[in-house]
């Protein structure tokens, strides 16, 4: 019987000794996640200083460009004034014109009845130089009247222009036609990098479409920007649960609607300013089911890649498939490409 006994014992204990190191492992790993869910928030952290700082600095731009329009509106008040002053001086040198006409006049009369020619003659070169000299003036006054007319108009077109930018930056509109495509994309954690910046007329807050094969994907808000490149983050709601973005899709600047779009039903339609395919698109998939209705007014698409499943966990928990941390956790990439 103790020999029983013995066994049992023996068998408890190395069971006991395989769950406690199973235990350490667990919990080993247990630290290992909460350590690197802690340098993910650090990072993350100073990603928001510096998009506070950022901001900061977009809107000391904004005070710059209205005192510049305040400067420019005293200098139309002040051009207006001089061409008040300049029409005034016009006006008169107009009556000392028609009272030197009246003196010539005066003069020629006088000829009749006064026998000295020569001193009458002297009189009216003397008058007919005056009003020479009036008309000189009055020609370089209207000149500078001209003048002040075209700086007034130019400064008044400079203004305005000044005045559409600071509007259009603000409510993050990009000027002109714009097409590009992704260059990165990070669909873990609701970002992506587009192939466009500050050269191509790309500006903070801008609003994206993304198209894959001439269907719509989803939406985009620009928040970081570079001479050539931009990130974007993919607006809630807008990509179907399943779908992702790829490399290769295609961006262009937001369609607005009035109002909010219904809920899809099959394939997304495809409206006037849709691009071409991208050069690397997979095949159509099967249509999505109904969604919800896209919070910029924008129909939903099906994924044409066939893509599956949720994103593996951003912190680091296990998971095959995961992308590279763009916030520097475990070495990932910058998505510059710095």
Not at 147 to 165: C, G
Request: hydrophobic residues 40%; glycine residues 10%.
């Amino acid at each position: 019987m103790w020999k029983i006994l013995a066994v049992i014992a023996a068998v408890l204990l190395g069971g006991a000794g395989y769950f406690g190191l199973e235990n350490k492992k667990l919990t080993r790993q247990k630290m290992d996640e909460l350590s690197k869910e802690k340098d993910t928030l650090v990072a993350r952290q100073g990603d928001l200083a510096a998009a506070k700082e950022e901001i900061a600095s977009l809107n000391q731009s904004i005070m710059a460009l209205q005192d510049e329009t305040e400067k420019l509106n005293t200098e139309k008040i002040d051009f207006d004034n001089k061409v008040v002053q300049v029409a005034s001086e016009l006006r008169l040198l107009d009556t000392q014109i028609q009272t030197a006409e009246a003196k010539l006049e005066r003069s020629r009369d006088l000829i009749k009845n006064f026998p000295d020619i020569e001193a009458i003659r002297r009189q009216m070169a003397e008058i007919r130089t005056e009003i020479e000299e009036t008309e000189i003036v009055k020609v370089k006054k209207e000149g500078e009247v001209a003048s002040y007319e075209v700086d007034t108009v130019k400064y008044e077109k400079i203004a305005n222009e000044l005045a559409a930018l600071s509007k259009d930056q603000d409510a993050g509109v990009i000027r002109g036609e714009f097409q590009s495509t992704i260059a990165k994309a990070y669909n873990k954690w609701g970002f992506v990098v587009v192939n466009a910046g500050n050269d191509q007329g790309v500006v903070h807050h801008a609003q994206l479409d993304v198209y894959r094969r001439g269907q719509f994907l989803c939406k985009l808000l620009v928040t970081q920007l570079e001479a050539n490149q931009s990130v974007a983050d993919i607006v809630p709601g807008s990509l179907q649960p399943g779908q992702s973005v790829l490399p290769g899709d295609i961006v262009v600047k937001a369609v607005k609607t009035a109002t909010p779009a219904l809920p899809a039903q099959g394939p997304a339609p495809t409206p006037a300013n849709a691009p071409a395919s991208a050069p690397n698109a997979a095949p159509a998939g099967e249509p999505a089911p109904a969604a919800a209705p896209d919070p910029f007014g924008g129909g939903a698409a099906p994924d044409p890649f066939g893509g599956g499943g949720a994103a593996p966990d951003p912190f680091g928990g296990g998971g095959g498939g995961m992308e590279p941390d763009p916030f520097g956790g475990g070495g990932a990439p910058d998505p510059f490409g710095n």
